[in-house]
């Protein structure tokens, strides 16, 4: 609202009351303009307060490296498979493994072996959303231990000539990539016979017989 015309005014008041009815009109405004700002800047400190003391929570993975992987025989059976988990949670590893019916994905840092020189183990949520985060391994084992040859997704090939990652999408979704004889996934070519054989001569020492030979 425009200040009225001065020169227009008949008002016999002389010239220092209007200059003090100005005063008394600005003193307020003036104020509750600076309780405003001092408002506005206090909710931009607590912003800035909120955006430093806010954090986002790392995420969890897990990078396999030789000496973490051992005999399979000292993992986890479960139906002609071993599994483990690196990050320490076995019981959720385990409760989506024994789910017959399929439990959906499995775990960061689950680890699933058939035979002692391929595996796969679950990466972070983002890691190679095409193999829905697995990674895949192709390994050497021997007396000393485990060399990682090849690792990572569709590049790795199985000892059939396969794409690893291949042969598991075919997996039924709920099986978050597992392959059993009745998740979808083609047959292989040899019997649990000679699956069982192989499992048997994992060369790699067995953690009893280390703890025993320390002993």
Not at 31 to 43: E, M, P, W
Request: charge should be negative.
């Amino acid at each position: 609202m425009s200040a009225p015309n001065v020169r227009s005014m008949t008002t016999k008041q002389p010239r220092v009351g209007f200059l003090r009815h100005a005063a008394f009109v600005a003193v307020p405004v003036i104020a509750a303009v600076a309780v405003a700002c001092s408002s506005g800047d206090d909710d931009g400190a607590a912003a800035g307060d909120a955006d430093e003391t806010t954090t986002t929570a790392a995420v969890e993975d897990f990078v396999m490296e030789p000496d973490d992987f051992r005999n399979i025989n000292d993992m986890t059976p479960v139906r002609g498979f071993f599994v483990d988990n690196l990050l320490g949670d076995l019981d959720a590893t385990l409760e989506v493994a024994n789910d017959t019916e399929g439990a959906g994905a499995y775990p960061v840092g689950t680890l699933i072996q058939l035979i002692p020189t391929e595996a796969m183990v679950k990466r972070a949520p983002g890691f190679d959303p095409d193999s829905n985060d697995w990674e895949f391994f192709q390994l050497t084992v021997d007396a000393e231990g485990t060399e990682i040859v090849t690792r990572g997704g569709a590049e790795v090939i199985n000892q059939f000539g396969g794409s690893c990652a291949d042969c598991h999408v075919l997996a039924e979704p709920q099986f978050d990539f597992v392959c059993e004889d009745d998740h979808g996934c083609e047959p292989l070519p040899i019997g649990d016979d000679v699956i069982q054989g192989i499992q048997a001569g994992d060369p790699r020492p067995r953690a009893e017989a280390e703890s025993a030979a320390g002993a």
